[in-house]
């Protein structure tokens, strides 16, 4: 059993073992938890060993010396900050963090920015549901997607891995939290930036911008903090139907301030007044009657514009489209992006203004078949249509001839000829005259033979009597042939001398009469005849040969007298 002595000595051997381990290494051993410095001493692999001035060297991993993918830059002597997470592991070892130690002076620098409300910089490197990371020089920040960029961005590639400004909104040590925002640095730059350029803006300032977003009627273009409207007419000099033919969202365009309102900071902004005009000189360069060769670039009711060079449009309207097609759409005609050849008709180049030909560029179908066919040619076509008029013959693909009804036949009447003709006949008939300003060709069918009462017409003279034959008995008088081919007529107070005797129902169908010609319609092919007429006549040149009534002779008796004497001149 041990002494007293013995136990005494034992206790103090051990006070002064603990009084040498304080002095050594302090009476606080509560390292765990905090930063120290340590002094590299050398490096095994891929850790390098640190003494931190304790009973044991620490090791730290290499890859807490350099971002993932880079060299770390570390070597023996190096002086580094290290965050002590246990004072001693089960190996005796004190197990040391680079990162740790990064983060918390991260932490430490970012709490005081923070309450200063300074920026801070830091790195995207990760996306997460919601938003992205950022590295803040050790300490990992949350970016919602809401506050990447001042308008929503599709790829944040670009962003991703460069040094970037960050506004810090929210920290909380306790949760390790911290929420930034880039939205809030550029709003800021921004109304930085529209300041200063809303105060040095003037009308003819050429600026840089980015189409920012794109409507029906324009685009916006953000020139650095204020945006501008660039519309569709100001973009080209070319027609532009919509602006998303010529822009695209993010795309950096050059543009010229055209009007600045101060008051309600309205800018307007072009695009076509940086190019030069196509329109100088463009009435040298487009003579009238001269043919040149374009596209179609928009259809409208009333016409279709012709593009002839980049920002130089003309207009060929409805009515110069086609020589033969009437009332038809323009698109039923050309195509838009059609090429197409066009005459120039005229040229106001004060108001931009080219009136085009379309029909003018191809041969007038009317004069070509006036070169082929003069009047008198005899031609063939296919009945396309019938009208109460006449017929209308195929000549050319798109050119009808007309027959009149009265050019069917010598011989029957219209109507009735009329009635021998169906659509889709195919016809001869020769060409009387063409009119090619109001486009129009006669056509005759009964031309094609020699008119039979052409030498009758040409034998009968006004005031001859001639012998008829009733052909028709009317209420108004009788109809007559003459040598059996032309027509004549005889009013009903023509009939007879004496009123008693005008009646057409004394006249039967097949009779001959002769009667005294008063006129002669060579076009209408009809004489105009009168029977009393005739008998006045006998009964004058009776009264002069063979006497008057006042010799104490009858009108009987002097009439039967002519009679006799004529009718014995006839027997001999």
Known sequence: ??????????????????????????????FAGSVVTGKVIRIDDDVAVVDVGLK???????????????????????????????????????????????????????????????????????????GFTVDLGGAVAFLPGSQVDIRPVRDVGPLMGSPQPFQILKMDRARGNIVVSRRAVLEETRAEQRSELIQGLKEGMVL??????????????????????????????????????????GQPVKVQVIRFNPETQRISLGMKQLMADPWEGVAAKYPVQGKFSGRVTNITDYGAFVELEPGVEGLVHVSEMSWTKKNVHPGKIVATSQEVEVVILDVDEPKRRISLGLKQA???????????????TIVE???????????????APEI????????????????????????GDTVKAKVLDIDIEKERISLGIK?????PAAEVLDRVRKGEVVTCVVTKVEANGIEVKVDEVLTGFIRRAELARDRNDQRPEKFAIGEKVD??????????????????????????????????????????????AAIRRRNLSSDE
């Open 56 to 130: 044991s060297e620490g090791r730290v991993p290499l890859r807490e010396f350099a971002p993932q993918g880079q060299k770390p830059e570390v070597k023996p002597g190096d002086l580094i900050e290290l965050f002590v997470e246990r004072y001693e592991d089960r190996d005796g070892s004190i197990v040391l963090s680079r990162e740790k130690a990064r983060r918390e002076e991260a932490w430490t620098n970012l709490e005081k920015q923070f309450q200063a409300g300074v920026r801070v910089n830091g790195v995207i490197f990760g996306r997460v549901k919601g």
């Open 1 to 30: 059993m041990a002494s007293a002595t013995t136990l005494d000595r034992g206790a103090a051997a051990g006070e002064d073992f603990a009084s040498l381990l304080d002095a050594t290494l302090g009476a606080d051993t509560g």
């Open 447 to 451: 031309q094609l033979e020699a008119d």
């Open 208 to 249: 840089d911008g980015v189409v920012k977003n794109i409507t029906d009627y324009g685009a916006f273009v953000d020139l650095g903090g204020v945006d501008g409207l660039l519309h569709v007419t100001d973009i080209a000099w070319r027609r532009i139907n919509h602006p998303s033919e010529a822009l695209t969202i």
């Open 400 to 423: 009808d001839g007309m027959v009149h009804m009265s050019d069917l036949s010598w011989d029957l009447s219209p109507e009735q000829a009329m009635a021998n003709y169906n659509k």
């Open 515 to 560: 009667a005294k010609v008063t006129a002669v319609d060579r076009a209408a092919r009809r004489l105009a005849l009168t029977i009393k007429g005739k008998e006045i006549e006998e009964e004058r040149e009776a009264v002069k040969e063979f006497g008057t009534s006042d010799s104490g002779a009858s009108l009987g008796d002097i009439l039967g």
């Open 381 to 395: 076509g296919e009945i396309r249509n019938i009208t109460e008029f006449g017929l209308f013959v195929g000549l």
């Open 362 to 376: 191809q041969g007038n179908p009317w004069e070509v078949f006036m070169e082929q066919n003069p009047p008198g």
